[in-house]
């Protein structure tokens, strides 16, 4: 694994200079006669990099049919809630660019959460290739991070970052109780390309722990996503990276 830090003044840059990360991506991936696989994340931090998307150049020029989306975690409520992590990326990004209905996989948090969970493992499975162990192999995850060290739907302390043999797991907020569909660690550990996004200064302390100690030493489920053979990276702004960077 690899580890690469990009460090930008505020979120307008970082957004910025992931969306021409993210066409050279695309066009990496159609020249060697393929589609790039993702995996998204819900956040603010997403949003500001989704709109950068929607708009010119990158909306006329990215090859959208080149372009699988699926989602790391979900909350389990209706596609049209102001919750849904899928409601966002519509109105920012999907309803703005020419992708085909076919290549978005969302989860449906209006189903039945243990059946969804099962249904999604399924739809993963049949649309991205298994790398090692038979987990499926993204080509690239986006993750955030909680000021608590969470990411995707994986909480500290949670029996969810145990599970070695799913795809897909219903996770639950420590403090709310709200159900959520979350891809699990293996899942996230067998991508090509992973990539924080973090913003904020309420970030950085954990952030700090994260870049600075051991990550056997920590219990922060952001600690734990290590690509076994791909590339883990942190897009920061000033204020999450503080002085660790």
């Known amino acids: 694994m690899s580890n690469k830090i990009y460090l930008f003044n505020n979120i307008h840059d ?3 200079h992931l969306a021409e990360d993210f066409k050279s ?4 991936k159609a020249d060697a006669g393929g589609v790039l ?4 994340s819900g956040g603010h931090t997403p949003k500001a990099f989704f709109e950068v998307l929607s708009k010119p150049p990158y909306k006329e020029t990215i090859n959208w049919e080149n372009v699988v989306l699926f989602w790391g975690d979900e ?5 049209d809630d102001d919750q849904s992590n899928f409601k966002m990326t ?4 999907l309803a703005n660019v020419e992708i085909p209905a076919s290549n978005i996989h969302r989860v449906l948090g209006e189903e039945p959460p243990e059946e969804e969970a099962v249904r ?8 991205i290739p298994s790398g090692e162990h038979g987990f499926p192999e993204f080509d690239w995850i986006f993750l955030g991070m909680g000021a608590d060290g969470h990411t995707a739907s994986l909480f500290p302390g949670a029996a969810t970052l145990q599970v070695k043999d799913k795809i897909c797991v219903v996770a639950e907020h420590p403090e709310t109780g709200q159900k959520r569909i979350s891809v699990t660690l293996p899942v996230l550990n067998n991508a ?13 302390p954990v952030l700090k722990e994260i870049l600075e100690c051991k990550p056997q030493n920590l219990s922060y489920p952001a600690s734990m996503v290590h690509p076994a053979h791909g590339v883990l990276e942190w897009y920061l702004d000033r204020a999450a990276a503080g002085d660790s960077v």
Do not use: H, M, Q
């Open 25 to 28: 991506a695309v066009d990496l």
């Open 90 to 93: 519509e109105l920012s990004l």
């Open 192 to 204: 090509a390309r992973v990539s924080f996004l973090i913003v904020g200064e309420e970030k950085a």
């Open 75 to 79: 909350r389990c409520v209706p596609p």
């Open 14 to 16: 970082l957004a910025n």
């Open 120 to 127: 999604y493992e399924a739809e993963i499975k049949d649309i």
């Open 37 to 40: 696989t993702v995996a998204l």
